[in-house]
């Protein structure tokens, strides 16, 4: 079963001890259920997160323990003779961990996914910038491969509008004089409407993703 998230509430009252003993059985739980529906869960791709909070600041300002203030971990019994107690991965609060293809940190951190992004779209503008493309193959490119792609994960993450400009500009470098355009056109004409004289490209921005209606498409007007 991949890309499942499990979470457990946890009583205050606890100790670290037991809350990781109670996601043990939980975890245990969740490996009968994926054996009765003809499943099995891949303990080596499974990664435990506890978020302890403490106060700072006379009780004021929470924040999350480490593991090294709340040391243990969490073991998963044999299920027959011949297997052997095996220890689940535990992660830090502010790791990101991989999931249905974004990397989120339960604390909420994007920097791990943002830089993955960025460097993701350097790789592809240097792909197409090596590659011979005629205007109507990077149009497919474009709509096919660049607006789908983010698509799939600027829903999903919390990126600021600096950021998101910036993961574009790669892109935009190499695609725009594949189609015709001066990569140093006004963003008002490489944004703007065709029915305007504009070059009609998505300007993504962390309200809009890529897909026009969708997600209210943000676009600048040509100037008369």
Same mark, same amino acid.
């Given at each position: &079963? %991949?890309?499942?998230?499990?979470?457990?509430?946890?009583?205050?009252?606890? @100790?670290?001890?037991?809350?990781?003993?109670?996601?043990?059985?939980?975890?245990?739980?969740?490996?009968?259920?994926?054996?009765?529906?003809?499943?099995?869960?891949?303990?080596?791709?499974?990664?435990?997160?506890?978020?302890?909070?403490?106060?700072? %600041?006379?009780?004021?300002?929470?924040?999350?323990?480490?593991?090294?203030?709340?040391?243990?971990?969490?073991? &998963?019994?044999?299920? &027959?003779?011949? %297997?052997?107690?095996?220890?689940?991965?535990?992660?830090?609060?502010?790791?990101?961990?991989?999931?249905?293809?974004?990397?989120?940190?339960?604390?909420?951190?994007?920097?791990?996914?943002?830089?993955?992004?960025?460097?993701?779209?350097?790789?592809?503008?240097?792909?197409?910038?090596?590659?011979?493309?005629?205007?109507?193959?990077?149009?497919?490119?474009?709509?096919?491969?660049?607006?789908?792609?983010?698509?799939?994960?600027?829903?999903? @993450?919390?990126?600021?509008?600096?950021?998101?400009?910036?993961?574009?500009?790669?892109?935009?470098?190499?695609?725009?004089?594949?189609? /015709?355009?001066?990569?140093?056109?006004?963003?008002?004409?490489?944004?703007?409407?065709?029915?305007?004289? /504009?070059?009609?490209?998505?300007?993504?921005?962390?309200?809009?993703?890529?897909?026009?209606?969708?997600?209210?498409?943000?676009?600048?007007?040509?100037?008369?």
């Amino acid at each position: &079963m %991949d890309d499942t998230v499990n979470k457990e509430s946890l009583s205050r009252d606890k @100790t670290t001890k037991e809350k990781l003993e109670q996601l043990q059985h939980t975890l245990l739980q969740w490996r009968r259920i994926l054996h009765i529906t003809g499943g099995d869960l891949e303990v080596s791709k499974t990664v435990v997160y506890l978020l302890n909070y403490i106060f700072a %600041d006379g009780g004021t300002t929470p924040l999350y323990q480490t593991i090294e203030n709340s040391p243990g971990d969490v073991v &998963m019994k044999p299920e &027959m003779d011949t %297997d052997e107690h095996v220890t689940v991965t535990r992660r830090e609060h502010s790791y990101a961990e991989r999931y249905v293809g974004v990397r989120i940190a339960p604390n909420g951190q994007m920097k791990t996914e943002y830089l993955f992004r960025l460097n993701q779209a350097i790789e592809l503008s240097e792909k197409l910038s090596h590659s011979y493309l005629t205007r109507a193959e990077t149009t497919i490119a474009y709509y096919s491969r660049w607006l789908s792609l983010l698509g799939f994960y600027l829903p999903i @993450t919390c990126f600021t509008e600096k950021q998101c400009e910036k993961i574009q500009t790669p892109v935009y470098q190499v695609i725009l004089p594949k189609l /015709g355009y001066n990569r140093h056109i006004p963003l008002a004409i490489r944004y703007g409407p065709t029915s305007l004289g /504009g070059a009609g490209r998505r300007r993504c921005t962390p309200r809009a993703g890529p897909r026009g209606s969708a997600y209210a498409t943000a676009t600048k007007a040509v100037p008369a």
